[in-house]
């Protein structure tokens, strides 16, 4: 962990491309609150580690610090509550809502398997057999999307699971079935697929739209 913040300390840098408008909902690009962020995070577990590793945290809290903290309340990393948040597009961040369905967003994804290392369940967690997994999927295009164009997968229909994710994952989100609602045989744009056995965030255009009382659906 002293290692992951230290390096993503390191790699942030204004020279990268700029977030689209609105994108970054905490620090509006602010890439030297960020950096803050996560030279605050190592000065933290510094501290946890004090009495089990002197040494260790003497070094982390040092180069923490010299590298640039929190000064002061106002840098604290908190997303703001806006008019829509809990069902409307703040929300969309973790989740992607629509008539009694619930289902992982394209930004959340991302988060998940860019913070992953961890091979995919198989089986996931809620699943007895396992499955033929289709692994690390390409994916095509979907036309006419709205995602954030910076994001390399944006706008793609992908089956199968990724290969490598974060453990925490499969446990918040489970893979689809014909109990989700998932079918084989599916036409988008089209191409046949079969959406069962996924875990990918959705899409604009992919979201399960369910009407009724249904338990929450997770894709």
Same mark, same amino acid.
């Given at each position: 962990?002293?290692?992951? +913040?230290?390096?993503?300390?390191?790699? +942030?840098? !204004? #020279?990268?491309l700029p977030q689209l408008a609105g994108q970054d909902y905490v620090y509006n690009d602010d890439i030297t609150k960020w950096k803050k962020f996560a030279n605050s995070l190592r000065l933290r577990l510094a501290m946890r580690v004090s009495q089990a590793d002197p040494s260790l945290s003497k070094t982390n809290a040092e180069e923490a610090i010299a590298a640039g903290v929190f000064t002061g309340?106002? /840098?604290?990393?908190?997303?703001? %509550?806006?008019?829509?948040?809990?069902?409307?597009?703040?929300? /969309?961040? !973790? @989740?992607?809502?629509?008539? &009694? =369905?619930?289902?992982?967003?394209?930004?959340?994804?991302?988060?998940?398997?860019?913070?992953? &290392?961890?091979?995919?369940?198989?089986?996931?967690?809620?699943?007895?057999?396992?499955?033929? @997994?289709?692994?690390?999927?390409?994916?095509?295009?979907?036309?006419?999307?709205?995602? #954030? !164009? +910076?994001?390399?997968?944006? #706008?793609?229909?992908?089956?199968?699971?990724?290969?490598?994710?974060?453990?925490?994952?499969?446990?918040?989100?489970?893979? !689809?079935?014909?109990?989700? &609602?998932? =079918?084989?045989?599916?036409?988008? /744009? &089209?191409?046949?697929?079969?959406?069962?056995?996924?875990?990918?965030?959705?899409?604009? %255009?992919?979201?399960?739209?369910? %009407?009724?009382?249904?338990?929450? /659906? %997770?894709?």
């Open positions: 962990m002293f290692k992951e +913040l230290k390096e993503a300390s390191g790699l +942030l840098s !204004t #020279n990268n309340p106002e /840098q604290a990393c908190i997303v703001p %509550r806006g008019p829509g948040f809990g069902w409307g597009y703040d929300y /969309q961040y !973790t @989740y992607y809502y629509g008539w &009694g =369905a619930e289902s992982m967003s394209r930004s959340m994804e991302n988060l998940l398997t860019g913070l992953g &290392g961890q091979a995919f369940p198989n089986p996931p967690p809620g699943i007895d057999s396992t499955l033929a @997994y289709t692994y690390d999927d390409p994916g095509f295009a979907l036309p006419d999307g709205d995602e #954030n !164009t +910076l994001d390399p997968n944006a #706008n793609k229909f992908k089956i199968g699971v990724p290969s490598k994710v974060d453990p925490r994952g499969p446990v918040y989100y489970n893979v !689809t079935s014909t109990t989700s &609602g998932a =079918a084989s045989g599916i036409k988008i /744009q &089209g191409n046949t697929v079969d959406t069962r056995f996924r875990w990918h965030g959705c899409t604009s %255009r992919t979201c399960p739209k369910r %009407r009724g009382k249904t338990p929450i /659906q %997770r894709v």
